[in-house]
């Protein structure tokens, strides 16, 4: 199972609502899943000295984590 203490439980149950374990679990996998996607675009897009396509990826990176009140990452 992924780590999942660095998501606000609170904002996700208030934006997704109350969700099964079944669902939760997919949720979360989806989650970790497109945090390594986006990770990996924004360091290939920095080492590749693409400043436009490094603030996309940034941005992208940012609005999933803060979906999930999950401002450490």
């Known amino acids: 199972m992924p ?9 996700t ?3 997704f609502g109350e969700l099964d374990g079944q669902t939760c679990l997919m ?3 989806a989650l970790e899943r497109d945090f ?3 990770t ?5 897009a920095a080492s ?3 400043a436009q396509a490094t603030r996309r990826a940034r941005h992208a990176l940012s609005g999933l ?9």
């Not at 780590?3 to 904002?11: A, F, M, Q, S, T």
Request: proline share 0%; aromatic share 2%; with cysteine.
């Open 3 to 11: 780590n999942i203490d660095v998501i606000d439980r609170e904002l």
């Open 48 to 50: 590749l000295g693409d």
């Open 65 to 73: 984590c803060g979906a999930f009140g999950a401002t450490e990452l």
């Open 27 to 29: 949720l979360i996998e």
């Open 36 to 38: 390594k996607n986006r």
């Open 40 to 44: 990996a675009r924004l360091v290939d």
């Open 13 to 15: 149950r208030n934006r």
